[in-house]
């Protein structure tokens, strides 16, 4: 989002005190909005009693990009929508999460749905790009782990029980972090995500590959209310990964040559 010129001269003029911003002068509604938005991309949040917008460190630290920049990337153009308190358990019972679970976060946004894992006795490992959302989940203290990093970058990993997910909808985004995201399973494990709506309609080679690829694995992608994210149209999708065959004897050695590939998403 790029930055009109009397936004950031607001901005600008503002006093800086620790954590706090205080912006100076009257300022009309539709001028405020503007600013506000703006802060709000990088963190800040307006506190009514302290009569200033409130960041999670410095605030000096937290606009200077914005200034020097003179644009900022908005929630929703970085795909970023939390997910609803109700629908979070409605993602767990999904899961079939049981205590002892190793689960992984990927994109975990403010944690919403990792603190609802912990809360049910999983052991939760999150990842999320945006600093100060990741500095968030480590403050609360429930996540064993919280990686700073983009989730499409990391080497995979494939020791959890259960993936949790709303990733980023933009360009399709969706698929590729639950195609990641299902290397990162043990066998027997199960992943939900919270998906795009345009995935069941779409008939690009990447959406159909994806849907006949949940078919094959005997997963499930349903639709979701409207209401759930402000009018967008959203489906959860369930993926199993299968077991391994128990083989004993000479084809052990084939159990093991062919277990990588299915402890790291199986049909994916």
Known sequence: ???????????????????????????????????????????????????????????????????????????????????????????????????????????????????????????????????????????????????????????VSAHYDRVVMNPPFARQLDIQHVQRALRWLRPGGRLVSVMFGSLTFRTNAQALDFRSRVREARGTITPLPDRWFRGISTVVTVIPVRQLPELVGRRTVQVQASGQKAAQGGLF
């Open 1 to 155: 989002m790029k930055i009109e010129t009397d936004v950031l001269d607001v901005i600008r003029a503002a006093r800086c005190d620790g954590s706090a911003l205080f912006l100076s002068g009257q300022l009309t509604d539709h001028l405020y909005q503007r600013v506000n938005l703006a802060l709000s991309a990088v963190g800040g949040k307006w506190d009514r009693w302290k009569r200033a917008h409130v960041f999670p460190a410095s605030a000096a630290d937290a606009v200077a990009g914005l200034l020097a920049e003179g644009e900022v990337a908005t929630d929703a153009e970085r795909g970023y929508f939390p997910t609803p308190p109700a629908l979070v358990d409605e993602i767990l019972d999904l899961a079939d999460l049981s205590v002892g679970h190793e689960v992984l976060e990927p994109s975990a946004g403010t944690g919403a749905i990792a603190e609802r894992v912990a809360d049910r006795g999983g052991v939760v490992d999150c990842v999320e790009l945006d600093p100060r959302r990741a500095q968030s989940i480590r403050d609360k203290g429930y996540a064993r782990e919280v990686i700073t990093a983009d989730f499409l970058t990391l080497p």
